[in-house]
């Protein structure tokens, strides 16, 4: 486990570094890019929620994502 301080800036850089995965990334059928969408108030409870135009761009960011 990685120690987790729950503080706004964690939050803030954690959304950053998630964001940056997915710059530049687009569906190769439909020239879109993906959407991101955080949820909850703390690194602990905070979810995402992604949108695409298809399939294919959501399982290419959902491998972006899971990269580093
Ligand atoms: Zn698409």
Not at 39 to 68: D, Q, W
């Amino acid at each position: 486990m990685f120690p987790m301080p729950q503080s706004a800036e964690e939050l803030e850089r954690f959304k950053r570094n998630t964001s940056r995965k997915l710059d530049g990334l687009q569906c190769p059928d439909h020239r879109q890019s993906p959407r991101l969408r955080f949820e909850g108030e703390t690194l602990r409870e905070v979810t995402i929620s992604m949108s695409g135009c298809c399939p294919k761009l959501m399982a290419l960011a959902n491998a972006a994502i899971r990269s580093n």
